[in-house]
Nanobody
Framework: QVQLVESGGGLVQAGGSLRLSCVAS????????MGWFRQAPGKEREFVAA????????YYAESVKGRFSISRDNAKITVYLSMNSLKPEDTAVYYC?????????????????WGQGTQVTVSS
């Protein structure tokens, strides 16, 4: 069982930056690929970014390419989502998740563990 705890959300003006963190409880964190998803009010949860465990390959949603960056520190069992040039449409609850699909995946159904989410609000 892997427990994930996100932090770093908050209120920011458009054009600003935030960095989300997700700390895992499990020492085998390095065996999982990690991803970030988000859910805006009234919308379904959507994929944002993912990073493989073993190849370093990253995946990004088109809407965040060039603005968001996912990274991980296995020693700290933490995954990060750096978000720059934020837009009001980035407002959502952001969730980190872990998957045994070690190459990484964009498919929500392939993630095994989820955090509780952290709110990001971007004002115009």
């Amino acid at each position: 069982q892997v427990q994930l705890v996100e932090s770093g959300g908050g209120l920011v003006q458009a054009g600003g930056s935030l960095r989300l963190s997700c700390v895992a409880s499990e020492g085998t964190f390095s065996n999982y690929a990690m991803g970030w998803f988000r859910q805006a009010p009234g919308k379904e949860r959507e994929f944002v970014a993912a990073k493989s465990w073993n190849t370093g390959r990253t995946y990004y949603a088109e809407s965040v390419k060039g603005r968001f960056s996912i990274s991980r520190d296995n020693a700290k069992i933490t995954v990060y989502l750096s978000m720059n040039s934020l837009k009001p449409e980035d407002t959502a609850v952001y969730y980190c998740a872990a998957t045994g699909v070690v190459r990484g995946t964009t498919k929500e159904g392939e993630y095994d563990y989820w955090g509780q989410g952290t709110q990001v609000t971007v004002s115009s």
